[in-house]
């Protein structure tokens, strides 16, 4: 039997399950929602996880700060605040999916660069808060990251070889 493109389409496969738990687990551990002031803010790191966020930044995708908000407004502490983001799915060249903060709800400037893959818009889509990325941006973004690896190498390795003689007086 031959089925319509649409059933197919509203189909959940496995792998985008797998996809979507790994988003809701990935943003619920970095993001929180702040119903005092209606933001949608990023968790303080504290210990090994902030020393790890400032040499490699976890960034999400809009489409997974989307999902983890539709699965978070079902909480019952999330219940009074609907719709904190929409999503329009219909295509326009360029961007396939388009997103808006909505009821207010605001995200910290200081917060918004670890969001990638947009479009997210403020709402009444007065300011792109978020802008699409291009596979050059992604490059240059790898290439700044793995530069700081990079230097803190360069730099370890440069004090081993200028603290030779005493390090392996220690060792011995």
């Excluded at 999400?60 to 019952?76: F, K, S």
């Excluded at 009444?124 to 978020?130: A, C, H, P, R």
């Excluded at 690896?149 to 360069?154: E, H």
């Amino acid at each position: 039997m031959l089925r319509g493109r649409s059933e197919v389409a509203n189909q959940m496969t496995p792998e985008f399950i797998r996809k979507r738990d790994a988003a809701l687990k990935s943003v619920g551990e970095y993001w929180y929602l702040d119903f005092s002031t209606k933001e949608i803010r990023r968790k303080s790191q504290t210990g090994f996880a902030a020393v790890k966020q400032f040499f490699w930044k976890k960034r999400h995708t809009i489409w997974q700060l989307y999902v983890w908000l539709r699965h978070r407004q079902a909480e019952p502490d999330a219940m009074a605040y609907p719709d904190q983001i929409s999503g329009d799915p219909t295509p326009l060249k360029g961007f396939p999916n388009k997103h808006e903060l909505k009821g207010g709800w605001t995200i910290p400037t200081t917060d918004l660069p670890f969001l990638t893959h947009g479009p997210l818009a403020s709402e009444g889509l007065t300011e792109i808060l978020v802008p699409a990325t291009n596979r050059w941006q992604q490059t240059i973004f790898f290439i700044k990251q793995a530069g700081i690896i990079v230097s803190a190498l360069i730099a370890v390795a440069g004090s081993c070889v200028r603290w030779w003689s005493e390090i392996s007086s220690l060792i011995s």
